[in-house]
Structure formats: C-alpha cells, structure tokens
C-alpha cells in the first residue's frame, strides 16, 4: 500500500513538472543567435550623411515576429532623430527571418524590442 502511494505520488508529480516544463515560453531569436545579430547589424547600419558624425545615442525598435519568423509592424519605440530612426528601421528591415518563439512547443507570434547604438569608437 505504501509503495502503491509513493508511485501514484511520483507519477502524479512527474506530470505536474512535465506540464510545467511544456508551458515555457521560448522568445524568439535572430538566426545564429545574438553574435550573428550584433554582426548584421554591424555590417548593415550606416551612419546617417545628414548627421556629420556629431550625435551619438540608441533607437529602440519594437517589431513582431510572426509564426513563420517574418517580422511585421516593425517601428520606431524610442526616437533618436529622424535620420538615425530611418536607417535603424531600414536595417531591420533588411532582417533575414527570425525563429520564432515557441510555447507549448508550438510557434506563436510575439513581440520583440531592440536597441540599435549609434556610437562612435575612441
């Protein structure tokens, strides 16, 4: 009887944990990770013309990564100027798609926030 107990017991919190465990949410992710993010950004940002090198500072860009990694209503958060805004948001369009977050081992579609620095080196 007390083995019976431990055993319903066990397999009772064995499915609690596994449960638990299927629930977490996985967020999204830029192919190859945030080295591969941080290296297309640096590959692909131009520093605005317009601005002659004077300013300095970060865009922070919110976008939505769909089922299939597509990004969509990608915009603006928190503006810079309007030149560094520009190529902040025509870089990230460029973006190859992303993977998507995961919960219950399903895609969903979820919300995402960036900063893009604008920084000078010295």
Do not use: C
Request: cysteine-free; aromatic content about 12%.
């Amino acid at each position: 009887m007390k083995r019976l107990l431990i055993t319903i017991i066990a397999v009772l919190l064995f499915s609690f944990i596994e449960k638990a465990y299927s629930q977490v949410l996985t967020p999204p992710e830029f192919p190859g990770g945030k080295e591969a993010f941080s290296a297309f950004l640096h590959k692909n940002l131009k520093w605005p013309t317009a601005d002659g090198g004077e300013s300095q500072g970060i865009v922070i860009i919110s976008f939505f990564v769909e089922k299939d990694g597509r990004l969509s209503e990608i915009k603006v958060a928190k503006s810079m100027s309007a030149a560094f805004d520009e190529e902040a948001l025509r870089v990230i369009n460029l973006s190859p798609k992303w993977i998507p977050a995961m919960k219950n081992n399903k895609f969903i579609k979820s919300k995402y926030t960036v900063p893009i620095k604008f920084y000078t080196a010295g």
